[in-house]
């Protein structure tokens, strides 16, 4: 497809590079503007090696010597995350990873953050840069609640310090909201809502509380939730939902049954 380029950096006409190769489904936008830097992008058959570049429906833009396609329209799905999974496309250590549980016949997706090799649960995938990067901010402010099993027996007031917001290795966390379930034997089921996604969060913050995480379950992210959808299951999110939620156009119907995810991918993934 031609999308074309304005071949001036102060031209106010078009889009970004980045964005459009974004919005194509090849990559995020920071992992687009990488793309751009090593060399891996070219407008009108010429190498380009920086992202302030507006581009048009014009010209010819390809990636890696392919043209970019018709933009597809957003797509958002739900992914139930077993435990034991690496949220990379590729692992250095070779351990498995989500994209090689994934359906074959999923598009290109990206996920909305990560979970960890231990977490479970909801994790958000997209076919759209724009999406990924707008759900990750933390300004975006949607509640991703837990479901966390710890060791210990705390009492109420063992979250407080979770609640009023805490420093942890000079880390500020924000203010948490933090439910004691139930005890079951020597754990206690905590529930767990925060508003950012810092690294490992939940563990680090009861970590400093005097208590280790040993099961830890993302049941929602803003209004997406995991429900009843099985480990390794993936599910596409209604296009009249992703409008709604995310103030976008209504993209085409497509099929929407819950899929179970088939490891038939090799460690490494998707690239």
């Not at 759209?128 to 707008?134: L, T, V």
């Not at 837990?146 to 805490?166: C, I, M, S």
């Amino acid at each position: 497809m031609r999308y074309g380029a304005c071949m001036t950096q102060n031209s106010p006409q078009g889009e970004r590079i980045a964005k459009v190769i974004a919005r194509a489904g090849v990559a995020s936008r920071r992992e687009a503007e990488r793309l751009i830097e090593a060399g891996r992008v070219t407008v009108n058959g010429k190498r380009i090696d920086k992202a302030a570049l507006n581009v048009t429906r014009a010209d010819r833009v390809t990636v890696d010597g392919r043209e970019l396609g018709t933009p597809e329209p957003p797509r958002l799905w739900l992914y139930h995350k077993p435990a034991g999974l690496v949220t990379t496309t590729r692992d250095e250590q070779g351990r498995p990873t989500i994209f090689d549980d994934l359906p074959e016949d999923l598009p290109r997706v990206m996920s909305v953050g990560r979970l960890d090799l231990n977490s479970e649960g909801l994790l958000l995938l997209t076919n759209d840069g724009a999406i990924k990067r707008r759900l990750e901010l933390p300004t975006t402010g949607w509640l991703r609640k837990y479901r966390v099993r710890v060791k210990g027996r705390p009492n109420d007031a063992t979250f407080e310090p979770l609640r009023q917001g805490l420093t942890v290795d000079g880390e500020s966390f924000q203010p948490m909201v933090v439910t004691l379930d139930r005890q079951q034997g020597a754990n206690a089921w905590v529930t767990v809502g925060l508003r950012e996604g810092r690294n490992r969060e939940v563990r680090r913050a009861m970590e400093a509380v005097g208590l280790s995480v040993n099961r830890l379950i993302r049941t929602s992210y803003g209004p997406f939730q995991l429900g009843n959808l099985k480990p390794g299951a993936v599910e596409e999110v209604r296009p009249r939902v992703v409008r709604d939620q995310l103030g976008l156009e209504e993209p085409a119907e497509t099929g929407k049954k819950p899929r179970r995810s088939r490891r038939s991918r090799r460690p490494g993934g998707q690239g």
